[in-house]
């Protein structure tokens, strides 16, 4: 989220679409609820500081911040000192095994946050670190580290040292959001962007267990976007995640960001404008809309662009303070779901400050294809109260929790369509600053929502960073 932005035109108010029954809930399955089980700290004092509105160690587009493989539990932050760590528990276990991994964070930028990755193909835990629109850090485990983590000990030894390729392989000098995505053939994925905010393209890169190799970009930053105030010929795709589903298809929601600021009604607000979609069915080469016409090329001269037709899922111009990077899941049946949020319409056409417009009035909708093939919009009845993010899972009874700042979780039924969100956890007694990371990949493991959360302070006090636990429905 920068605060350089360009902002323009929008929609005309927030349509809310009933929601029609899933078709994936029977009557006897549970409806959503959360059974909190506590909370483990895992530093006392993990470095805070404030900017771009985030925190470092809890900015909600990591992928993976917090993830679970074969019974154990892994975190990543920087320490009060900038030290990157890594940490590891039984699941379920109260004491966290932490290892510094040899790199210092460089600049108080809330971007340059740490992801992880799996290969399943050689058990290596992958990281990578501290960019934003410059160099990144990479950090590899030895082989077979996270398939025997009960016999292998938890030390710096265990960990290759800091590299500013992958293994020899370069990329761009431009890069930011590493988004590591394992693949469903057990080769890792490495999403990231190319160039800067307002101008940037998608690309991946992929880890076969013997060596990275770059597949290209996706996304192009050209074209010409026009909106009832102006026009832009340069912009970058954000993603709300990239994610495969059980059946092996790569999702991809995303909103586009303009570099000109003149598509926006008022220079304080964000140029992001249209929620959109894309899927490939091998492995992220080739790209479709959703009538699955190719609209793009891995590495290909035809890249997906503004001005594909059938990208757009729910229109939106730039006035209302869309935000980008927000949060996607799939359901049981390889459905997509998205969380997108901005201020409606009813609030006023034109936001003139993000920040104070969305904390004020920005609303999170639930936006997903049903069983009909058709998508459809529910407004999730809270209030943001804050500029953030908001991110979303589902469980094996494709119940929806839309994990809001401040730690507050909603739930909605598969059974009702997903039309009877309420709050089924406020926040009390979390103190959290704002964002959270969701374990995205604890649900399907062992029913359990898990997110890491940092205690507010001021300036750049240290503050504790912690993990906490809630059963879903069995």
């Known amino acids: 989220m920068h605060r350089r932005t360009l902002l323009a035109a929008a929609l005309a108010g927030a349509v809310v679409t009933p929601a029609l029954a899933s078709g994936t809930a029977r009557a006897a399955d549970p409806g959503p609820s959360v059974t909190r089980n506590g909370t483990t700290t895992l530093d006392s004092q993990a470095l805070f500081f404030v900017s771009y509105d985030g925190l470092v160690n809890n900015n909600s587009f990591q992928k993976n911040g917090l993830l679970t493989y074969k019974g154990y539990q892994y975190a990543?932050?920087?320490?009060?000192?900038?030290?990157?760590?890594?940490?590891?528990?039984?699941?379920?276990?109260?004491?966290?095994?932490?290892?510094?991994?040899?790199?210092?964070?460089?600049?108080?930028?809330?971007?340059?946050?740490?992801?992880?990755?799996?290969?399943?193909?050689?058990?290596?835990?992958?990281?990578?670190?501290?960019?934003?629109?410059?160099?990144?850090?990479?950090?590899?485990?030895?082989?077979?580290?996270?398939?025997?983590?009960?016999?292998?000990?938890?030390?710096?030894?265990?960990?290759?040292?800091?590299?500013?390729?992958?293994?020899?392989?370069?990329?761009?000098?431009?890069?930011?959001?590493?988004?590591?995505?394992?693949?469903?053939?057990?080769?890792?994925?490495?999403?990231?962007?190319?160039?800067?905010?307002?101008?940037?393209?998608?690309?991946?890169?992929?880890?076969?267990?013997?060596k990275w190799t770059d597949l290209g970009e996706w996304s192009s930053a050209t074209g010409t976007y026009t909106s009832e105030h102006g026009s832009s010929t340069a912009r970058n795709m954000y993603l709300h995640g990239i994610d495969y589903d059980r059946n092996g298809r790569l999702h991809s929601f995303f909103t586009w960001r303009e570099q000109n600021g003149a598509v926006m009604c008022n220079s304080g607000g964000i140029t992001n404008h249209d929620t959109g979609y894309v899927y490939s069915d091998d492995r992220g080469r080739t790209w479709r809309n959703n009538a699955g016409t190719v609209v793009g090329v891995t590495g290909g001269s035809d890249k997906v662009s503004v001005t594909d037709a059938g990208l757009v899922v729910d229109p939106l111009n730039p006035d209302h303070s869309l935000m980008n990077q927000e949060s996607q899941f799939t359901d049981s049946a390889g459905r997509p779901h998205a969380i997108i949020s901005y201020v409606p319409g009813r609030f006023g056409q034109?936001?003139?400050?993000?920040?104070?417009?969305?904390?004020?009035?920005?609303?999170?909708?639930?936006?997903?294809?049903?069983?009909?093939?058709?998508?459809?919009?529910?407004?999730?009845?809270?209030?943001?109260?804050?500029?953030?993010?908001?991110k979303l899972i589902l469980d094996k009874y494709d119940n929806a929790y839309a994990v809001f700042p401040f730690g507050r979780i909603a739930g909605a039924s598969a059974a009702s369509g997903y039309t009877d969100w309420k709050i089924l956890f406020d926040g009390s007694g979390l103190n959290a600053f704002g964002e959270v990371v969701i374990d995205e990949t604890r649900v399907a493991q062992d029913g359990v929502l898990s997110f890491m959360y940092q205690e507010k302070s001021t300036g750049t006090t240290p503050s504790a960073l912690h993990v906490t636990d809630f059963r879903l429905p069995a």
């Not at 290596?124 to 160099?135: A, E, I, Q, T």
């Not at 016999?151 to 990329?171: E, H, V």
């Not at 993000?354 to 459809?376: E, I, K, L, S």
């Open 350 to 390: 034109c936001t003139t400050n993000y920040v104070a417009n969305r904390t004020a009035n920005g609303r999170a909708f639930h936006v997903r294809r049903n069983a009909a093939g058709t998508w459809q919009k529910t407004e999730i009845p809270v209030p943001l109260n804050s500029s953030q993010r908001t």
């Open 76 to 210: 990543v932050w920087y320490t009060a000192d900038r030290n990157a760590v890594v940490g590891r528990r039984v699941l379920g276990g109260s004491t966290w095994s932490t290892v510094k991994v040899g790199h210092t964070l460089r600049y108080n930028d809330s971007h340059n946050v740490i992801s992880m990755g799996v290969s399943k193909v050689d058990g290596r835990l992958h990281l990578n670190m501290d960019s934003h629109s410059d160099g990144f850090t990479y950090v590899k485990s030895a082989a077979g580290l996270m398939d025997n983590p009960a016999g292998l000990s938890w030390t710096a030894s265990r960990f290759g040292a800091p590299q500013s390729t992958l293994d020899g392989l370069a990329l761009t000098s431009q890069f930011t959001y590493p988004q590591f995505v394992a693949t469903p053939d057990g080769k890792l994925q490495l999403s990231y962007r190319v160039a800067i905010s307002g101008n940037g393209r998608n690309a991946l890169a992929e880890y076969d267990g013997t």
